[in-house]
């Protein structure tokens, strides 16, 4: 049961991310004063720009994450210690 609410819970979260990105677009396209595309061409932008920005978070979060071992080790703790 836990697998299927995580399954959920990951659909749920990408596809808020596609209506996010779809707010967004059509935002935009408002504001530039653009004709607005057709409701399929804006869901598959909404779910490039969903993906794209997904792919970005992810690789800046591996980034941040590394350089923040990289200084814990570098304090001179090792792994396995821990504050208590």
Known sequence: MAEEVKKNLKKFAEETEIKVA?????????????????????????????????????????????ELKAVYFKSGRKKGDRDE
């Not at 607005?36 to 591996?62: C, F, T, W, Y």
């Open 22 to 66: 779809r707010s967004v677009l059509r935002w935009k396209y408002n504001k530039e004063g653009r004709q607005m595309p057709s409701e399929h061409q804006l869901d598959n932008d909404s779910r490039r720009v969903a993906s794209k920005a997904h792919q970005v978070i992810a690789k800046r979060g591996k980034s941040v994450w590394n």
